[in-house]
């Protein structure tokens, strides 16, 4: 097989479990054999997540020697770096070697199509700038029951389970976020926060430096840029870390799309074409999961305010 894969970047930090899961699933693609996987594995944070995380970099030194992908590369960190941090460096260390990457973090189960997907999105897109990244994951939609095509685009990036470019990843602006524009822009915060319930939350905390994603930053990156990401019109992804677990996510709204129920009648083979932008998907999209809409209202209003509050402050 001469087809040149992208290879396939897992980030990790103290879920041996997970990242076993994870990998395991990952195996069933039948393009593993032909991949180079990438395991990046975070630092220990003190004693008290000393050990765990020193399974995970043993689970995955050995799994380095009896894996089914074609090569292992694992990068391990004595001091803990932060899922951010940990992303950027590694999608950014491996990009520039392929041009291409699929990014995968340790609670994400996949569908055995899940590569080829990602592959023959990278493949098909690539040289259409106005797409920014390929999506594994969707939502199960209501509106994509009678959808009649394999694939739709919206202005919002996702994080579970995606592939870019160089091209797109390299003229990202991870430090350079112009904050002080964004706040003082109240057509495009209203805009930006269309794009998904709660985003002008996070662009908030993480002006404060109260959070520290990567993935609050590409999303806005990509929607500032007028870039596109291709989505299935069913996922072949999930995310298993709504368990407590992770760093992030706890167990609350999600279970009902979170579950390997979820992937059931997941297409294998897909009919590539043209990809145009579609607004009543994104809308769509944007209000999943369903949760208390008053609660989101007041939460976004609140946090519209707060950032006037800092341009005002600031001037």
């Known amino acids: 097989m001469t087809k ?78 932060g899922l951010a941090a940990s992303i950027i460096g590694g999608v950014t260390e491996v990009i520039n070697e392929y041009g291409r990457v699929i990014v995968v973090e340790d609670d994400l189960i996949v569908l055995p199509s899940f590569l080829k997907f990602l592959n023959e999105g990278l493949d098909h897109y690539q040289n259409d700038k106005k797409f920014g990244s390929i999506s594994a994951f969707t939502y199960p939609m209501k509106c994509l029951t009678d959808y009649d095509k394999d694939m739709y685009a919206t202005r919002k990036a996702e994080c579970w389970g995606w592939a870019t470019w160089a091209d797109r990843w390299d003229d990202a602006k991870w430090k350079d976020v112009d904050y002080s524009g964004y706040f003082r822009n ?41 870039q596109l990401t ?11 870390g709504f368990d407590g677990s992770g760093t992030h996510f706890t167990d609350r709204a999600g279970k009902d799309y979170n579950s390997p129920e979820a992937l059931s009648g997941s297409a294998e083979d897909i009919v590539w074409e043209e990809c145009r932008y579609n607004k009543r998907l994104e809308r769509e999209y944007a209000r999943y999961p369903r949760g208390a809409f008053l609660v989101y209202l007041l939460g976004t209003v609140s946090y519209l305010i707060k950032g006037l509050l800092i341009v005002k402050n600031n001037e």
């Open 4 to 81: 040149d894969y992208a290879p396939v970047v897992v980030f990790a930090y103290n879920r041996s479990d997970k990242l076993k899961n994870c990998i395991k699933y990952l195996e069933n693609c039948p393009e593993a054999r032909y991949t180079d996987l990438y395991i990046f594995c975070d630092g220990y944070k003190g004693d008290r997540d000393r050990d765990d995380v020193l399974n995970v970099h043993s689970f995955a030194h050995e799994y380095a020697i009896h894996s089914e992908f074609r090569t292992v590369t694992v990068r391990t960190q004595e001091i803990n770096r």
């Open 230 to 240: 291709v989505y299935p019109s069913r996922s072949r992804v999930i995310n298993d």
């Open 186 to 226: 109240l057509k495009l915060r209203l805009s930006f926060e269309r794009l998904e319930a709660g985003i002008e939350r996070l662009m908030y905390l993480q002006y404060k430096g109260r959070i520290d994603s990567w993935a609050v930053r590409w999303i806005y990156y990509l929607f500032q840029n007028g």
